[in-house]
């Protein structure tokens, strides 16, 4: 009797532990409209912002300078729930200009960003 007992204590305790979900309050308050600014990447290039390789940025007529990037304002305008449950966000300039001259917005993968400080909020 008593085993019985200890197991389903250890199976309800087991149940509302995997019930209690933490959530990053950062990532809720990401909205359509939030101005965020980028950061400096942890590498020499982006990993988690999906900018355009050198090659299309001059092929469309821009100018590939990522020293620039970093501390540029961008507005979120869309988000993208992958399969894997990865939350996308297409990232526009503030100030209305295009990236590098040539790219009018540029996809993040949003959890990853943020906590990479690829993104910051502002």
Known sequence: ???????????VS???????????PLLQEVQLGIEMEIGHPESSTYNYIEFPRPNFIIKRGGIANFNRVP??????VAFKEKKDGTRWVRLKRADGKRFFGSHPS???DLNKALSSGELQSI
């Open 1 to 11: 009797m008593k085993k019985l007992i200890f197991v389903f204590l250890f199976l």
């Open 14 to 24: 087991t149940l509302y532990s995997n019930a209690q979900e933490t959530k990053d």
């Open 71 to 76: 501390g540029t304002k961008v507005v979120v």
């Open 106 to 108: 540029v996809m993040a």
